[in-house]
């Protein structure tokens, strides 16, 4: 049973950056894919981005993809999210998720093994 943690969140200006973290308990957290997902009020979960057990493959949603990086240090066992040049629409709480395939974690919510409890992140404009 893989435990996430995310931390990171809070109430930023658009234009402004924010960096999340995502911490794993387990030890094997590099044999684990790792996700980022957002949901906005009223509306559904949705991908983020996505990372490799290595970090060697990345994949973004178009909303994002510019703006944002994932990346992970599997000798901390965490994940994180940079992103830059908020939005207002980048309002919603965001969820660290894991699992065995990256390919899971990019098609969608639906399948996805592990979830943490998420964190709020607000863009004033």
């Known amino acids: 049973q893989v435990q996430l943690v995310e931390s990171g969140g809070g109430l930023v200006q658009a234009g402004d950056s924010l960096r999340l973290s995502c911490a794993a308990s387990?030890?094997?957290?590099?044999?684990?894919?790792m996700g980022w997902f957002r949901q906005a009020p009223g509306k559904e979960r949705e991908f983020v981005a996505a990372i490799s057990w290595n970090g060697d493959f990345t994949y973004y949603a178009d909303s994002v993809k510019g703006r944002f990086t994932i990346s992970r240090d599997n000798a901390k066992n965490t994940m994180y999210l940079q992103m830059d040049s908020l939005k207002p629409e980048d309002t919603a709480v965001y969820y660290c998720a894991a699992d065995s395939s990256v390919l899971t974690l990019r098609i969608g919510v639906h399948g996805v093994s592990y979830w943490g409890r998420g964190t709020q992140v607000t863009v004033s404009s």
């Open positions: 387990e030890r094997t957290f590099s044999s684990y894919a």
